[in-house]
């Protein structure tokens, strides 16, 4: 299927992400961006640049529909509102960031504290303390209508990878506009101090349901087989899982141990996140009774039941 008319892409810079963040230009009788990327200045300047190539700019933007607070998606928001007086629309468990996105970094050393890890901000994370605050216009919940004209859009609440992550819907042409529930290529962090493995599991099972023709991700191309793409990453969940009970079949195992052996290789980026992200797979065993965990002089293990 192909991308409907009305649906500009527009791929924008991110410390850390290599392939960028992607936003959306609904250009229709109400011009509205979904997402805004991180609200540098090279962003800001592509982002201005790339509504310029369609015919619009930044004060013709009447609506932002963000999927989620996280810096990469957010952070352009303030920019766009006082430049043009745009409707800021986001879920209720998402709006505290906006309103205050150094309160990001806090959750964030909370959570690496609680894990026992050193937290070091970089690249990702250390734009928050730059971001501007931006009182949202509009609360949205699971079922909402957005009308942008002749495009309506339902919105789909899909917690896991945040708490109040959305999904934008439009049942006519049968196009998802997926955030960071569903992305192109590769995998979706799941992990402190936002993420939530088996709601997100249950997110993406949810979204298996619907008549999704073609999924336009914020990271990778565009999916044009959703389902065959959402069980490709339920089937990447299952086999982190099934490694890391082998792991743990061998005896009790630290974090460090399990993650190292997990990621080993993977990416520069993982030494950390990947460390949150197995932290999150071990507490999900742990509720399903699967493995236990133990404390000993001040470490954790984790082993099987």
């Known amino acids: 299927m192909e991308v409907p008319p009305y649906v500009e892409t527009i791929t924008l810079p991110y410390p ?7 936003a959306y230009l609904i250009d229709d009788d109400r011009p509205t961006l979904i997402d805004t990327g991180g609200g540098g200045a090279e962003s800001l300047r592509i982002l201005g640049q790339a509504l310029a190539e369609h015919g619009s700019k930044v004060e013709d933007v009447e609506v932002v529909l963000n999927t989620h607070a996280h810096p990469d998606h957010f952070g352009g928001d303030f920019y766009v509102k006082q430049a043009s007086g745009a409707r800021v629309l986001i879920h209720s468990l998402e709006a505290p960031v906006l309103r205050d ?3 990001m970094l806090e959750r964030w050393r909370r959570a690496y504290s609680e894990a026992g890890l050193q937290f070091a901000p970089r690249g990702y994370l250390d734009v928050l303390g730059s971001m501007r605050a931006v009182e949202p ?3 949205l919940s699971d079922g909402d ?6 495009v309506e859009l339902r919105v789909i609440h899909t917690p896991g990878h945040s708490p109040g992550h959305l999904c934008f819907f439009d049942e006519d042409a049968g196009v998802l506009f997926s955030g960071d529930q569903v992305i192109g290529s590769g ?12 709601l997100y599991l249950e997110s993406l099972e949810r979204l298996l349901e619907m008549k999704i023709e073609l999924v336009l991700p914020a990271h990778g191309p565009p999916v044009g087989d959703p389902r065959r793409r959402i ?8 086999e982190r899982e099934e490694r890391i009970l082998r792991i743990l079949d061998e005896g009790p195992r630290d974090l460090h141990y399990v993650a190292e052996a997990v990621y080993a290789g993977e990416s520069e980026v993982l030494p950390i996140l990947g460390k949150m ?6 507490r999900k065993l742990v509720q399903e009774g699967k493995a236990e965990s133990a404390t000993h002089n001040g470490g954790t293990t984790f082993s099987l039941v």
């Not at 979706?188 to 493995?197: E, H, T």
């Not at 069980?231 to 299952?238: A, D, G």
């Not at 992200?277 to 071990?282: F, Q």
């Open 101 to 103: 996105p150094g309160s």
């Open 137 to 139: 216009d509009r609360i």
């Open 16 to 22: 850390y992400i290599p392939e960028g963040v992607k």
């Open 231 to 238: 069980r490709e990453m339920l089937r990447h969940e299952e």
């Open 145 to 150: 209508r957005v009308e942008l004209g002749s």
């Open 277 to 282: 992200a197995t932290l999150e797979r071990l």
């Open 187 to 198: 995998s979706v962090y799941i992990g402190g101090p936002d993420g939530d493995l088996p």
